[in-house]
């Protein structure tokens, strides 16, 4: 499935130049098949939420799904997906971490284009691991739009409006990347 608009490889193109410090590193993310990488991560997180069921969110004291709260673990390098049940940005995140679980591995991601797993790659890459995290946010924020059309989302008890929102890191403030009505 095409998820990429041309604006994608245009913002991409400019992360790069402005801000990636390893030449190598450059050489190989522009190496990536990132339609590949987009369909991979909304496959996971289209994964995920089936996982999710009633159950387990009232084990974690959630009716209903205020902010699905997607952020980067810094330190495992895989993308992690929480929900909070008020749907007032401002304030969902006060509460902390509820459920907290990787929903997208990038192990496979670090091993084929650096050759190393996720939990090495900080060390490897260096200051340019965090823009490759910045990368997967403009993934996440391009892929949202298909999610919340696919049943694994539908079938979720959700406050309207359900936000979404994304970090670079566990402590990060978060920023709005999309918001779904009825």
């Not at 190989?28 to 339609?35: A, H, L, M, T």
Request: glycine letters at 4%.
């Amino acid at each position: 499935m095409k998820i990429f608009s041309d604006n994608f490889y245009t913002e991409l193109e400019a992360l790069i130049k402005d801000r990636f410090e390893q030449e190598e590193n450059i050489q190989i993310i522009q190496k990536v098949d990132w339609e590949v990488e987009a369909n991979r991560c909304l496959a996971a997180m289209t994964n995920y939420l089936n996982s999710i069921t009633k159950d387990k969110l009232r084990y974690s004291d959630i009716e209903k799904i205020g902010v699905i709260d997607v952020y980067w673990n810094e330190y495992g390098s895989d993308i992690e997906i929480d929900f909070m049940p008020n749907n007032d940005f401002e304030i969902a995140y006060d509460e902390g971490c509820i459920m907290n679980n990787s929903a997208i591995d990038n192990d496979v991601f670090f091993e084929k284009y650096f050759g190393v797993n996720g939990e090495g790659a900080w060390k490897k890459i260096g200051n340019d691991y965090l823009e490759i995290a910045t990368i997967f946010y403009f993934i996440i924020k391009a892929v949202v739009p298909f999610l919340v059309e696919d049943e694994s989302f539908k079938k979720l008890p959700k406050l309207s409006p359900c936000h979404f929102g994304f970090a670079g890191s566990h402590d990060e403030e978060r920023t709005k990347v999309f918001t779904y009505t009825t």
